[in-house]
């Protein structure tokens, strides 16, 4: 089975940086790619940032030029660098992981989600 722990929600100011991380551990041959949806209150569930096994990133254009995701693919590790943090930014973030397991089965995972408060 594939386990995935969230790390790294807080409370914040705005203006301020958080740093998320999601580990994904288990029966794990591959991953395709590894991400964070958030939903917001009263809000449909959207995607964050995104970034491939072959390290190709996107995001949401609310978030473009202040959140910056990246990987370390030794640890099966992707982190999310929050900066210049907004009130609209509150949500509650989920972690995303696709990718095969060593039955070669694909897998499509999902943390339990971190909440993230700005404060205004």
């Known amino acids: 089975q594939v386990q995935l722990v969230e790390s790294g929600g807080g409370l914040v100011q705005a203006g301020g940086s958080l740093r998320l991380s999601c580990a994904a551990s288990g029966s794990i041959f591959s991953i395709t790619a590894m991400g964070w949806f958030r939903q917001a209150p009263g809000k449909e569930r959207e995607l964050a940032a995104r970034?491939?096994?072959?390290?190709?990133?996107n995001y949401t254009d609310s978030v473009k030029g202040r959140f910056t995701i990246s990987r370390d693919s030794a640890k099966n590790t992707a982190y999310l660098q929050m900066n210049s943090l907004k009130p609209e930014d509150t949500a509650v973030y989920y972690c995303?992981?696709?990718?095969?397991?060593?039955?070669?089965?694909?897998?499509?995972?999902w943390g339990q989600g971190t909440q993230v408060t700005v404060s205004s």
């Open positions: 970034i491939s096994s072959g390290g190709i990133t």
């Open positions: 995303n992981v696709q990718g095969l397991t060593w039955f070669t089965r694909q897998f499509d995972k």
